[in-house]
């Protein structure tokens, strides 16, 4: 059974003045152990797509299941919390916590322990490839790859098994990129995530298992998927 599975899906942003159709009738599958790329040209619909499989908002038509159940009969706070993680461009660390305390909050939510969770963290710091002296430092004495492995790692905490990064290398000088690039491949990998990444950049794709593109709102496979 698919991780996800994405059914006839389209999503309409309604205001008073006009309608726009985002998403388009888009039925795709993404499974566990792989790494995604949905590419196109800005306002093709990509983070539309993505936030309905964060389960940020629900599609206006057609569905989508995860593991076989209707995101719509989930709770979907718990969805969020539990299962699907998003990590930005623009990383969004919380500039007054550490990189250990922003790895340790979402646990923290989830009512985990503190011994227990700053245990976790640092394991989480050391599988995204920072070591110790990251701990206490905070987000601006980071250069922008640390801080995304630092992100990952927040994602990750939740104990969730989908990873969603909407354009996360966009911020990133072609080395880091590459090391973030492998890290979300080893994720997939050899440690059985769903990783689905939008990207404008070739590279990237390149290195995803599967690549979808986007087209005003609709979507192609390249074949791979
Ligand atoms: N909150 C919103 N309200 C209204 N229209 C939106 C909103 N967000 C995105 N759109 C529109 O939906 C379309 C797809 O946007 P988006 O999913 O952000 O594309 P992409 O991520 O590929 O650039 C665009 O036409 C965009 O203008
Ligand atoms: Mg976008």
């Known amino acids: 059974m698919s991780m996800l599975s994405v059914r006839d899906v389209s999503y309409i942003y309604q205001s008073k003045y006009q309608s726009i159709e985002a998403v388009r009738h888009v039925s795709c599958v993404f499974e566990s152990g792989k790494l995604y790329a949905v590419t196109g040209p800005s306002g093709s619909g990509k983070s539309t797509l993505l936030s309905l499989l964060a389960g ?37 660390l919380f500039p007054l916590l550490t990189a250990l305390e922003n790895v340790i909050y979402p646990m923290e939510l989830l009512g985990k322990k503190k011994p227990e969770a700053v245990e976790i963290a640092m394991q989480l710091i050391g599988e995204v490839g920072l070591g110790e002296k990251t701990y ?62 939008i990207t404008h950049n070739p590279y990237v794709a390149e290195q995803a298992d599967a690549v979808y593109r986007m087209r005003d709102g609709e979507l192609q496979t390249d074949g791979r998927a």
């Open 136 to 197: 206490q430092q905070f987000p601006i004495m980071m250069s922008g790859g640390e801080q995304q492995r630092v992100a990952i790692a927040r994602a990750l905490a939740a104990g969730g098994k989908i990873l969603l990064a909407d354009e996360p290398t966009g911020n990133l000088d072609s080395a880091n990129e590459k090391n973030v690039v492998e890290l979300l491949r080893t994720l997939a990998h050899k440690q059985g995530y769903l990783v689905i990444v």
């Open 56 to 92: 940020l908002d629900l599609p206006t038509s057609g569905e989508i299941l995860v593991e076989g159940k209707s995101m719509a009969s989930l709770d979907r706070d718990q969805y969020r919390r539990e299962i699907a993680s998003v990590v930005y461009q623009s990383f969004n």
